[in-house]
């Protein structure tokens, strides 16, 4: 008896950059090394010594770096991406969206994670944060007043056509969006929407 063979085709995928464009300030907040130092001398039940209040530093601190200018992570522009699936029913599963589609990116100046470039002139900005009842602090990080990026990103096709996907795009970026302050955290900022000023263009496969 002959076992019949099993004809598996590759999954076919698209590659295509989306301009992006923000809509309101993004706010970034890097998880420092000192920030780190800390939770770890915590963790380990050390006392940390009280160091002096360096607003400059913390400000510096608080932005993620590529080799030659800022940029954000990967991670958090796909999660705006494949949460935008709340806003179109129940048919669009965020667990899918997730195999269904990859964002690209750059490394980070200390090559600890991936990164989308931003172009865009931070500025210093100052907090007032709660961290309980009774207790505040001050917070200093950067914001990016105006802001763009492209986003590379892969999807396959026989699952999602490309208007799908910048639609999920535009989704995320007005109602999840990115950054400190985001409205998926009850805020207003690092919104962004699709750049209809610039085109998206697709890559051209090397092999057919």
């Known amino acids: 008896m002959t076992t019949p063979i ?20 993004l706010i970034m907040h890097r998880f420092s090394e000192k920030a780190k130092r800390q939770m770890l001398d915590t963790q380990q039940g050390k006392k940390t010594p009280k160091q002096k209040r360096d607003p400059q530093a913390d400000y510096e601190a608080s ?21 935008a699936a709340r806003f179109f029913g129940k048919d669009v599963k965020m667990t899918e969206l997730r195999q269904f589609i990859f964002m690209h990116g750059v490394p980070s100046k200390d090559r600890s994670e991936i990164l989308v470039p931003i172009t865009g002139e931070p500025k ?43 639609s999920l795009i535009d989704a995320g970026g007005m109602g999840v969006g990115v950054g400190e302050w985001r409205p998926q955290k009850s805020g207003q900022n690092g919104t ?12 051209q496969d090397e092999e057919k």
């Open 6 to 25: 099993v004809n598996i085709e590759r999954i076919g995928t698209e590659t295509i950059d989306v301009p992006i464009i923000g809509t309101t300030p």
């Open 63 to 83: 932005m993620h770096r590529t080799d030659d200018g800022y940029g954000f992570p990967v991670l958090g522009f796909k999660a705006a991406t494949v949460g």
């Open 124 to 166: 210093m900005r100052e907090d007032i944060v709660r961290l309980s009842l009774a207790s505040t602090d001050l917070r200093y990080r950067a914001e990016f007043a105006d802001w763009a990026a492209t986003l590379v990103v892969t999807y396959v096709t026989s699952a999602l056509s490309r208007d799908s996907v910048l």
């Open 192 to 203: 962004y929407a699709i750049d209809e000023s610039r085109k998206v263009t697709v890559h």
